[in-house]
């Protein structure tokens, strides 16, 4: 709950604490595979992954925000004000907004590089005007700031037992990997908002361009060559989780259960696509919930036999039930 996880955080101002539930509700509308993840965390870091979760989604929602017409002249100042407030929160600790009090305070209590920041809202920014990439370098260097950053944020939070500079590059993989699982998972939706972020050179060696992307949208008729380039993204989408894998074994103990999960479930969305014919263009696939209820109980178990070896057999393993029952609801 809400109020257990702000004071295991040692988080007692009553705005402050408002801030970090703002940015809890976010996670828990929007990133459900996400959300999951984390309540398998120990409790007195959940509050700051919700609020690095909750910045990422404020301004990913300025950026999308396309039902109040808004033009992306006016989206821009937006993120512009944004920037503004977080370098400001960063410097004194304010902030207008919720999210950005929040995201500050864990920035703060964690050491999170603020350059980290920075680079995200450099790539949001680019989201404005840019709407496909022409190679798949071009679209890692977006993602550097959109995704990469967002897993380096979160390891001073998850905490190493190897120095933090050798676990890094497995974490920005990991970040890569989840974006690109959601651009597979996302195409049809991104098409409907002006972008293709699968890379040019990749559609073009299947034979396909944005133009027969859309006829598919629209037609909701498939394409041989259209699944071609989606099988080759999954396994591109699928070697950047290789690269990322060795890094959860780099992790605080305490944290690997977790971020398994999120490696189960968001490669799970990869087997989703591929059993339902690759046709991301018509439906949106998902991790099935019987499928998240046996991942998380499988995260719940390693919880437990960590917490058991880690006391020996002073205490029994119902000692995590809390943390266990939550995570399970």
């Avoid at 959860?248 to 339902?276: H, K, N, S, W």
């Avoid at 960590?306 to 399970?328: H, L, M, N, Q, S």
């Amino acid at each position: 709950m809400t109020r257990r996880e702000l004071d295991a955080a040692g988080i007692t101002d009553p705005a402050l604490r408002a801030a970090y539930a703002r940015c809890r509700l976010l996670n828990a509308r929007h990133g459900r595979t996400y959300f999951l993840a984390t309540r398998l965390l120990p409790v007195e870091r959940r509050s700051a992954v919700h609020a690095l979760y909750g910045f990422a989604r404020w301004a990913d929602d300025i950026v999308d925000d396309l039902r109040r017409g808004r033009t992306p002249a006016e989206r821009d100042r937006l993120l512009r004000s944004l920037e503004s407030d977080l370098a400001h929160a960063l410097r004194t600790g304010g902030g207008s907004e919720p999210v950005v009090r929040a995201v500050a305070d864990t920035a703060g209590r964690y050491g999170i590089d603020h350059t980290l920041f920075a680079d995200f809202l450099a790539s949001m920014r680019a989201d404005l005007d840019v709407t496909d990439y022409a190679t798949y370098a071009d679209l890692r260097a977006y993602m550097h700031g959109s995704a990469a950053v967002i897993g380096l944020q979160m390891l001073p939070v998850l905490g190493t037992v190897v120095p933090r500079a050798e676990a890094a590059p497995h974490a920005a993989a990991l970040g890569v990997a989840f974006q690109l699982t959601n651009f597979l998972r996302d195409v049809g939706e991104d098409l409907d908002r002006g972008r293709v972020y699968l890379p040019a050179d990749l559609l073009a060696a299947h034979g396909v361009d944005r133009p027969l992307l859309e006829w598919s949208r629209r037609t909701g008729l498939g394409d041989a060559r259209i699944q071609a380039a989606l099988i080759a993204a999954e396994a591109l989408t699928r070697e950047v989780y290789r690269e990322a894998e060795p890094g959860i074994a780099m992790l605080d103990p305490r944290v690997r259960p977790c971020i398994r999960a999120a490696f189960t479930l968001y490669g799970g969305i990869l087997d989703a696509i591929a059993e339902q014919q690759y046709t991301v263009l018509h439906r949106r696939a998902a991790v099935s919930a019987t499928r998240r209820a046996a991942v998380a109980a499988a995260g719940l178990v390693q919880i437990a036999g960590a917490r058991w070896r880690a006391r020996g057999a002073r205490t029994a393993p119902d000692a995590v039930a809390p943390e266990c029952e939550e995570a399970a609801q």
